[in-house]
């Protein structure tokens, strides 16, 4: 003979069952949560590691202009090292082809700009 279910033993059966299904919706988030943490470290982590390799190619390439210029000064000439295989330092190059870009316009911009700046701040 089956026995008759309770209200009570209907509720915490129920309550077991909602329990269960809790945890999981619990472990969902955690794991969820973990995954937002490791993407926002290892974001930083790859930030940190651009940077410190940036830092490494910006030494490297002010040690080759050094190095260069040193040639230079030493008595090699731009042609005759360029004879021999090298090329002009990169980070020169660049520098030099930006420096060209600025027109005389820019300067009186930037001149016109920096008067009213000036205006402004007296009154």
Known sequence: MATKLTTEE????????????LTAVQTVAEARQAVTDVREETARELAELQARIADRVSAA????????NAALSAGWSADELRKIGFSEPDKKARTRR???RKTSTDTASAAATESHSETSHEG
């Open 98 to 100: 930006r420096s060209t």
């Open 61 to 68: 390439e002010r040690d080759d202009v050094r190095a260069w």
């Open 10 to 21: 209907a509720i915490e059966r129920a309550r077991r069952l909602q329990e269960d299904r």
